[in-house]
């Protein structure tokens, strides 16, 4: 008997995201779900999709955890995204303890250490500063984000097109073909 309700995936599997199985995990579900997620909750300038922050995520990390830098953010795919201020409050515990454990899962399926590397844990907060320099109106409270943006200021690498869900998604599963081939 499996633990909570289900989700119907892209794939069409009977997804528990309560009692995550390593089998139902399919890149195909994860590459569609993360092109149709906008990052920031929607409020950036333009689309700008989980799926491509991910790819760039896996290119700005050490190339040994390159996968883990892609699939950084699988779970999303089955839970969505809640933005920091709120998936950080406490009666969100169980929310945590669901998405850690089907992290852990995720990794599994896909033959990763549990934890999550540190160059994948330093590209993702480049790349939050980056996206927060290129994408977002002006900042407010530019303090706030000054922990991240700082760190954009150094790097050349700029945002100037976002992607279409269907070529994120297909971008993502090139990248995800790519590092297959070199695990």
Not at 63 to 84: F, I, Q, T, V
Not at 142 to 166: H, M, Q, Y
Request: hydrophobic share 40%; proline share 5%; glycine share 4%.
């Amino acid at each position: 008997m499996r633990h909570g309700d289900w989700i119907q995936t892209y794939c069409g599997v009977a997804f528990y995201p309560l009692d995550p199985r390593p089998e139902e995990i399919l890149i195909e579900d994860i590459a569609h779900a993360l092109s149709m997620l906008c990052r920031f909750t929607g409020h950036v300038k333009r689309f700008y999709s989980v799926a491509q922050h991910c790819v760039y995520v896996s290119h700005r990390c050490d190339p040994k955890d390159a996968l883990w830098g892609l699939l950084h953010d699988a779970a999303e795919a089955y839970l969505n995204d809640l933005s920091r201020p709120v998936k950080r409050l406490r009666e969100l515990t169980l929310y945590k303890q669901a998405e850690e454990k089907l992290c852990s899962i995720i990794a599994e399926r896909f033959g990763l250490s549990r934890e999550e590397p540190e160059s994948v844990k330093c590209a993702d907060v480049l790349m939050l500063g980056i996206e927060a320099r290129d994408l977002m109106s002006p900042l407010v409270q530019p303090e706030n984000w000054a922990w991240c943006v700082d760190l954009s200021r150094e790097c050349e690498f700029k945002i100037d097109r976002t992607w279409s869900p269907g070529e994120a998604e297909e971008r993502y599963l090139q990248r995800f073909a790519e590092l297959s081939k070199l695990t």
